[in-house]
């Protein structure tokens, strides 16, 4: 062998290696879907739903444009599964933010408060969680793909309960009767809901002093 050869050997060993490195950048074998999904909610934050694509999630996960077939059949499947997790994220960061307590006025003002914080945070993945936002994209949209809505997958089916059913357990302590308890949940529900929606579209803005828990607080008892 020509010691000519050696160094071209070495530099293709290196690109090779380079080339390797880059593709599992975002995920470990075996994890794949997790990490399209986590890849997916950073191009939402950024780009906003309709920069969402398949072949765009797998660019920037390191994989090939193939790849994300072998977990979601299409674009839908992989929308539905970043919503399912959005309202898991949510639904784990209310539990943890209510600590310690344990009466259920407590409990229902911590649970909106992180509602809206978190919806407040994760303004792109929240409109895309409630359906908010058009799936389509903008080039295929019209009257009967806005009207006509996809059914649920049977995960975003049941995540998309927890953060109305920890409500609806606070609640519950404070009633017997299943149709109050459902009332009030509802209630509280649509009210952070409609809270969040306002924020993020900045119908709302609340002045530096004033806490989200604040806010929340005396919003509530104006609308008893």
């Known amino acids: 062998m020509a010691s000519g050869d050696q160094p071209s050997q070495i530099e293709s060993s290196q690109n090779a290696s380079e080339m390797d490195s880059a593709s599992t950048k975002h995920y470990h074998h075996g994890d794949l879907k997790k990490s399209l999904i986590k890849v997916a909610n950073e191009l939402l934050q950024k780009e906003g739903a309709d ?9 920037a996960a390191g994989v090939s444009h193939m790849a ?8 839908k499947e992989l929308i539905q599964a970043i919503a399912a997790e959005g309202f898991d994220r949510m639904a784990d960061a209310m539990e ?6 344990t009466t259920a006025p407590e409990l229902i003002l911590s649970y909106g408060t992180s509602y809206l914080k978190f919806a407040t945070d994760n303004p792109e993945l929240y409109r895309l969680m409630l359906g908010q936002v058009e799936t389509q994209g903008k ?10 809505k996809p059914a649920l997958s049977e995960e975003l089916q049941l995540r998309s309960k927890r953060p109305y059913m920890l409500l609806r357990d606070a609640f519950a302590m404070l009633s ?4 109050v308890v459902r009332i009030k949940a509802m ?6 809901h409609g809270m969040s929606a306002l924020m993020i579209s900045g119908h709302i803005e609340l002045p530096d002093n004033l806490s ?5 607080a005396q919003a509530a008892i104006q609308s008893v």
């Open 212 to 216: 989200l828990k604040t806010f929340l």
């Open 51 to 59: 920069g969402l694509s398949l072949r765009v999630i797998a660019a």
């Open 96 to 101: 943890v933010d209510r600590g310690d307590l």
């Open 139 to 148: 080039k295929n949209r019209d009257s009967e793909s806005v009207i006509k």
């Open 176 to 179: 017997s009767d299943p149709e």
């Open 187 to 192: 209630g509280a529900w649509s009210l952070v």
């Open 68 to 75: 994300p077939y072998a977990h979601f059949k299409n674009k």
